[in-house]
């Protein structure tokens, strides 16, 4: 049960990594982003039960003594703040997925020739001129 203890570093790591990978198609991304957080809340909430149980629970990383090697440790404290994080990670996420990108061509902003205001105009409409609306006036 100790071999979870480094997953919560890793597997998001591991999902930014593949996510770099398959930067080309954003679903492969939203793909990887979801699946990757899901199982980081799983893993979280795995550690929660373990450490109900036991007090806490500590693995040294890589095998080495104390001195010269990192100890990774999981108590109530950490465990819920691992689920907490992870629960609004991947709610956030799955907001972040749900937003539709704003339409491209909609509207076209350029800069006042005088004063440097942006010039909102439908993409539609012609440029006739660069000049904000005080300006013109």
Do not use: E, F
């Not at 930067?23 to 550690?47: D, E, F, G, K």
Request: charge should be positive.
């Amino acid at each position: 049960m100790n071999a979870l203890i480094p997953l919560p570093i890793i597997v998001p790591l591991l999902g930014a990594a593949l996510c770099v990978i398959a930067a080309p198609v954003r679903w492969v991304q939203r793909v990887i982003s979801l699946s990757a957080m899901t199982c980081n809340m799983i893993v979280a909430i795995v550690l929660l039960v373990r450490v109900d149980d036991v007090d806490m629970v500590v693995m040294q990383a890589g095998g080495w003594p104390v001195p010269l090697g990192i100890t990774l440790a999981v108590d109530r404290l950490s465990a819920v703040m691992l689920v907490v994080s992870s629960l609004m990670l991947l709610a956030v996420m799955v907001y972040a997925i749900g937003q539709q990108p704003r339409s491209r061509g909609t509207r076209r902003s350029t800069r006042c020739t005088s004063c440097s205001r942006p010039v909102c105009r439908p993409a539609s409409s012609p440029v006739t001129s660069s000049t904000c609306s005080w300006h013109s006036r």
